[in-house]
């Protein structure tokens, strides 16, 4: 009996031994080191998606963010299914979509619409849903930085950048309204 299609894996053993040796499979097949670039991008996506997940557990996220919280770790799934394998082959290949990079604009400008305009960068702060939501939206610039990193060397999906970009934005907005106006701004040189 073949899997089901909203059933995309079955995993039955969850060790295997193959990457003992320090290295692991692309989604192609193909063997890498686990330094290898491409593995540096999914798997720091892998990272904020646990972040991510870390958020939606704070005990005081308000409850219209989870949906696009979890629709955001869905999508980085296939964010990470996308940078896994290399573009070309005969195969078609799940990728990132612009209308996902569309979809987190539109969440950007709902969230963003509410909230009073800056006056100055903001500190990480406001509560813990909002720190975690600040830390989510930093791993993911790192994740960003990773990708960009392998576009340098190999051809990858334009729209897993854009993505990554704009959901660093969505999360930064989502913080700012999870701190429910307890903001600490950035006042430069206030220590001295």
Request: charged share 30%; with cysteine; net charge negative.
């Amino acid at each position: 009996m073949g899997r089901r299609r909203d059933e995309p894996v079955r995993l039955t053993r969850i060790y295997t031994r193959a990457g003992d040796a320090g290295q692991t499979s692309l989604g192609d097949g193909k063997r890498v080191p686990k330094t290898d670039l491409r593995i540096e991008a999914y798997g720091t996506v892998d990272e904020l998606n646990g972040v991510v997940g870390f958020a939606l557990a704070a005990p005081d996220l308000p409850e219209e963010l989870r949906p696009w919280l979890r629709q955001a770790q869905n999508d980085l799934f296939d964010l990470g299914a996308d940078l896994c394998v290399p573009e070309g082959g005969e195969r078609e290949r799940l990728r990132v979509t612009p209308e996902q990079v569309e979809r987190l604009e539109e969440l950007c400008d709902r969230a963003n619409e509410p909230l009073e305009p800056l006056k100055s960068f903001v500190l990480p702060g406001g509560g813990e849903a909002a720190v975690r939501l600040h830390l989510a939206r930093t791993v993911c610039r790192r994740a960003e930085r990773r990708a960009v990193a392998l576009s340098e060397s190999e051809e990858i999906n334009p729209a897993a950048l854009a993505y990554l970009n704009r959901l660093s934005d969505l999360l930064f907005i989502l913080a700012r309204a999870a701190s429910q106006g307890d903001e600490a701004l950035w006042k430069p040189g206030s220590s001295s």
